[in-house]
């Protein structure tokens, strides 16, 4: 890909890319001067109308960033994206998506990018980037490790160890929604499997608990998370134990995660953790009923960079990307 011919000279601007379901974000992350904090600026967002398939959401990113690109003030020294699915971690490419968005599976992402903006282009996963954004920036800064967990539509996650995020060897790695989860009761998942976290814990799986519908049916749009969190502060039952279910099995699940990895700090992200202060003491409880006593401290925290972090993480992927590239 093409790399700069030295090192960028401060300040300069990367131009990153947030492709979700819903919608394309996009902005300038501009790092003014060594060490200090990147700015993000110049936001632009447009609907990712997935079922358009693949081709047409690469098509918007790479009108996004030539966008974005006009509007920049100093030197833009390359594309960070993340999007959702599995990202292979060598090329920027989509292993694989499910069918939410037909034909994502097998699209260039970060060699399209290249060769239509002529600038150096990376592309991860969209909660690694979220992480990643944390540890650099955010919540996690300072930390030798830790576990993101983000809880939104779905759940999703990564694990992030001395700045970096791990991968796996498929890029794969951090899928903890679709880990099994004893009171999923053999709910179907979007993946194709049954009984996974994210049927129990996710804000999909909370509405449809308060709804009285199962994982995957058809939703009421007019009563989803916010407004349930609302009428549980106003004593509605329904709402209580829905916000409360779902907290203690998202704690539960936590806590046999750490288990496994020993982070040093758990860091929560997403629209979910505005649930509300029921939500998160059942998460606690849910935790301390499966950590091993040696990490019942662990720390849980809430991320500090709020939709920032993955415009901020896929930008420091790209830094890193050029880093490498420079060494070789």
């Not at 496994?260 to 849910?286: F, H, K």
Request: aromatic fraction near 4%.
């Amino acid at each position: 890909m093409p790399s700069p011919t030295q090192p960028p000279s401060h300040p300069f601007s990367v131009v990153a890319l947030d492709v979700g379901g819903t919608k394309i974000a996009g902005a300038l992350v501009t790092y003014p001067r060594k060490g200090a904090h990147p700015d993000v600026s110049h936001l632009a967002s447009v609907p990712t109308d997935a079922a358009r398939g693949g081709a047409a959401v690469l098509d918007d990113m790479v009108e996004v960033a030539h966008g974005l690109i006009a509007q920049a003030t100093h030197p833009v020294i390359g594309i960070g994206a993340d999007t959702a699915g599995v990202v292979d971690p060598e090329t920027g490419s989509i292993a694989y998506a499910n069918q939410i968005m037909p034909g994502w599976t097998g699209r260039p992402v970060a060699r399209r990018l290249t060769d239509e903006l002529d600038l150096p282009a990376s592309n991860m996963g969209d909660v690694h980037a979220h992480a990643l954004g944390e540890a650099r920036w955010g919540a996690a800064v300072g930390l030798h490790s830790c576990l993101m967990v983000g809880i939104g539509t779905g759940l999703g996650g990564a694990f992030i160890l001395d700045g970096k995020v791990v991968r796996g060897f498929r890029g794969a790695a951090g899928h903890i929604g679709h880990t099994l989860h004893h009171l999923a009761n053999d709910l179907p998942c979007a993946c194709g499997g049954s009984s996974h976290a994210e049927t129990v814990t996710s804000g999909t799986a909370l509405c449809a608990r308060y709804q009285g519908r199962r994982f995957g049916d058809e939703l009421d749009p007019s009563c989803m998370g916010a407004e349930i969190a609302r009428r549980a502060e106003t004593g509605d039952q329904r709402a209580i134990e829905a916000i409360e279910f779902a907290g203690n099995a998202l704690g539960q699940a936590v806590g046999s995660w750490c288990n496994i990895l020993d982070p040093e700090a758990v860091v929560l992200s997403g629209s979910v953790v505005n649930a509300g202060p029921r939500w998160r003491y059942a998460l606690e409880q849910g935790f301390q009923s499966q950590a091993l006593t040696p990490l019942s401290d662990t720390r849980i925290i809430e991320g500090a960079l709020g939709s920032r972090a993955p415009l901020i993480g896929a930008a420091e992927n790209l830094l890193d990307s050029i880093a490498s590239t420079a060494k070789e």
